[in-house]
């Protein structure tokens, strides 16, 4: 579904109260509702009309009216029971309709954001959180809307309908049922700022439940391999409990809630009837048998429309509360910005840093720091250097995740916090460590993103990524599906194939993050192989921990502390006995 130009995305949701919030939501669809309202109001008239007839009918019986009366009155009833079919379709086609397109483009713009948060933001929010707001959020706010106009709207109309027909047949008992909707309003007022804080809670437990589960699963292999079962259960099962109090709280105040709105509904509908009959006994105020049936009836209607508003407030308040989570992720200040920035048509490759400090927030010490380095177009230049020396860094530098706290990076002589990141990665590919592979054939994996290239281009692709051998031993070769993260492939096959993704996309700059790390000797002189092709008159940056992935590098760059210590080839390198050679043990022989 193409987002369209005025999108759940352009809107303000913080500070704003969830109602306003919702009303934007369903902007595009307010004449569809509009006739929705009114195709209720046609369909559900009987509820309101009913006791009316019922008065009349008795009060022929009882003042032995003529008996026409009845047959009209009979006829109409039935008139506008015929007309619930259409209308009720009408309405669940306007209402339904507009419900399930809100709920798609809000997850469309949540996804759309989640693409275009930066990778910080994405580091500090687990992935199961994520997945709460997405799936979980939205459904609670498409079912409070849902709920919302279901009964909701039942008793509006209910509520409309009696007290006009009460106006017009019985005035001097409006009051009366005036009473209701204050009472409404107070029992609301008193427990709605309760409810709002349990949702608020509860929703958070279930966020954290997520994450817990997602990371449980993450780690079963893990797990297993240590007999680790009931320490990861019982990681989980903490979390559970405080979802289950969190829960039973919850229920709590509904359950007082709406305990409280029958009570005293139910005691104001035992007086009425009351009043009314004695009324009727006493001959005061003009009432007849048939306006006691009816107004006991409506009574009953009435207190049955405002206890279904009142049980919808628990509906309501947790659907306001998702919506301010969702508001959350929509609103997230975080955000990679390309907007009005110049856009990268072509990239030679040359990348120089200027006296480039990073620090993330809240750290004790910059994890790159003065680091100066020029990148020839088609260099291969390899990081080396113990655990956070400031690498990765470098790396997530070059891709553009994170800026420069101070200095800038040059790319072919342009500051590259000028440009259209999303432009230049076009031309950018990655080999990581863990390959990612989802649920698809070899064939979506290998050309994800891209359109045009035929099975000749793509069978080329993969000899040369030394996968091709493989593939054909696959039962549908190209068309073999690999399982969820690759499940069914092996660890130096899934890299084989995530170096055919990036020689497919021909890109001008490439990156290596520990492309051999966990390979045994075969795989490990395959995809040796196979990036030798890839490298070749590429801009490379390379990062790794093993001698024989960086000793034919055009140049090593040694790193310690975030600073630059080293830099030479491999020769030059180890014929210094310093840093690169200690960290390798070799010597100049």
């Avoid at 193409?2 to 919702?22: F, K, M, N, V, W």
């Amino acid at each position: 579904m193409a987002l369209p130009s005025a999108d759940p995305l352009d809107h303000h949701y913080r500070g704003e109260h969830p109602i306003r919030t919702l009303a934007y939501l369903f902007r595009e669809d307010r004449g569809r509702l509009g006739l929705g309202v009114l195709a209720y109001f046609v369909k559900h008239s009987p509820t309101f009309l009913l006791p009316l007839v019922t008065a009349d009918v008795i009060d022929i019986v009882v003042r032995h009216r003529p008996i026409s009366g009845l047959w009209v009155d009979s006829g109409i009833l039935m008139a506008l029971l015929m007309l619930n079919l259409p209308g009720h379709l009408l309405y669940v086609r306007c209402f339904s309709h507009s419900i399930r397109r809100m709920g798609v483009r809000l997850r469309s713009a949540l996804c759309w954001r989640l693409q275009h948060l930066s990778i910080g933001y994405h580091s500090r929010v687990s992935a199961g959180v994520l997945q709460a707001k997405v799936i979980r959020d939205v459904e609670a706010i498409e079912q409070a809307a849902q709920q919302t106009a279901d009964s909701g709207l039942a008793a509006v109309v209910t509520l409309i309908g009696a007290t006009t027909v009460i106006a017009v047949r019985d005035p001097v008992w409006l009051p009366v049922f005036a009473v209701l909707v204050p009472v409404t309003v107070l029992l609301a007022m008193a427990l709605r700022k309760p409810m709002k804080q349990d949702n608020e809670t509860f929703r958070t437990e279930v966020e954290q439940l997520s994450s817990r589960v997602v990371e449980m699963t993450n780690l079963i292999p893990i797990t297993r391999a240590h007999g680790l079962e009931r320490d990861a259960f019982r990681r989980v099962d903490g979390t559970l409990r405080r979802v289950l109090a969190a829960g039973l709280r919850l229920d709590l105040i509904n359950g007082t809630f709406g305990a409280m709105a029958w009570i005293a509904l139910n005691c104001m509908g035992v007086a009425c009837l009351t009043g009314a009959a004695y009324a009727a006994y006493t001959g005061a105020l003009g009432t007849s048998p048939g306006d006691v049936v009816m107004l006991s009836a409506f009574f009953t209607t009435l207190i049955g429309a405002v206890g279904a508003l009142m049980n919808l407030t628990p509906v309501i308040t947790r659907g306001l509360a998702s919506v301010r989570s969702v508001g959350e992720v929509l609103q997230a200040p975080d955000i990679e910005e390309n907007e009005g920035r110049e856009r990268v048509e072509q990239v030679r490759g040359e990348f120089v840093f200027d006296d480039v400090t990073f620090a993330y927030p809240d750290a004790d010490r910059a994890s790159v720091a003065d680091v100066d380095l020029t990148v020839r177009p088609g260099e291969t230049v390899a990081f080396v250097g113990a655990s956070g020396a400031g690498k990765s860094t470098i790396l997530n530098m070059v891709i553009g995740f994170i800026r420069p706290t101070s200095g800038r990076i040059l790319l072919d002589g342009r500051d590259m916090t000028g440009l259209d990141l999303r432009t230049y990665r076009k031309h950018l590919s990655i080999v990581p460590q863990e390959t990612t592979l989802f649920d698809g054939t070899i064939r979506d994996n290998v050309l994800y993103g891209l359109a045009g290239v035929g099975d000749d281009e793509l069978l080329a692709t993969l000899r040369d990524a030394n996968a091709l051998e493989f593939v054909e031993r696959l039962p549908d070769g190209l068309d073999t599906r690999v399982g969820e993260k690759g499940a069914r492939l092996s660890g130096g096959q899934k890299q084989r194939l995530a170096i055919a993704r990036a020689l497919v996309r021909d890109p001008r700059v490439l990156i290596l993050d520990e492309a051999t790390s966990a390979l045994d000797t075969q795989s490990e002189r395959l995809i040796q192989e196979a990036l030798g092709r890839l490298v070749a008159g590429r801009t490379t940056f390379v990062v790794a921990h093993r001698l024989s992935t960086v000793r034919n590098a055009d140049r090593i760059v040694v790193m310690d502390g975030g600073r630059i210590v080293e830099s030479g080839t491999h020769d030059e390198l180890v014929a210094r006995g310093g840093a690169y050679a200690s960290l390798h043990g070799v010597r100049a022989s």
